[in-house]
């Protein structure tokens, strides 16, 4: 287990899991017919996964965490933070008719606010996640337009591919 206690590893997949399904949500706007069946195997696995996480975080809430009041305060500055220039970012980008990129630009935001929270949390995993994301983020424009996809479905199937397996790998610690 990477998580310091075993309810936040717990948590941890339940929040991983819940937003892989988003972004595999997301993949479905424009993806190649022949990721449909894929993307929606993703999503519901990533929603299992969220819900055995959630089961955990319940079974395990008296185990203890890592949030204190400092914790919980920095918490929600980071997170705060990361939806404010989300959204800044996207209202730019729709004002400058460049739409297509927002996935990409929420990948982006939503990896280096991950920077900050594996510290606060003293998770590894999370660091890991921070930078795979982030990295995805970065190279899911050229990649898509290198294929004539579309920003979207590869934003999508990367940053859900990442959070899964994270939330997967959080499951398995908690249990084993």
Same mark, same amino acid.
């Given at each position: ?70 914790? #919980?305060?920095?918490? /929600? $500055?980071?997170? *705060?933070?990361?939806?404010? =220039? !989300? @959204? %800044? ?62 920003? #979207?479905?590869?934003? /999508? $199937?990367?940053? *859900?591919?990442?959070?899964? =397996? !994270? @939330? %997967? ?8």
């Amino acid at each position: 287990m990477t998580a310091e206690f075993v309810r936040d590893a717990a948590a941890t997949a339940a929040v991983f899991g819940f937003f892989a399904s988003a972004w595999f949500g997301w993949a479905q706007d424009e993806p190649p017919k022949a990721w449909k069946r894929a993307l929606v195997a993703g999503s519901v696995l990533s929603l299992l996964t969220a819900a055995v996480g959630g089961f955990l975080t319940w079974r395990h809430w008296s185990d203890g965490t890592v949030f204190d009041a400092g914790t #919980s305060r920095a918490f /929600g $500055v980071v997170v *705060g933070i990361e939806i404010a =220039a !989300a @959204a %800044l970012g996207a209202g730019l980008l729709a004002r400058r008719r460049r739409s297509d990129l927002i996935p990409a630009w929420v990948a982006f935001v939503v990896g280096v606010h991950l920077f900050p929270l594996a510290w606060i949390l003293r998770d590894p995993l999370i660091g890991v996640v921070a930078v795979l994301v982030t990295l995805a983020a970065i190279v899911v424009v050229p990649v898509a337009r290198s294929r004539s996809l579309a920003v #979207s479905a590869v934003t /999508g $199937v990367a940053t *859900g591919t990442v959070l899964l =397996a !994270a @939330a %997967l790998f959080s499951t398995a610690s908690v249990l084993l």
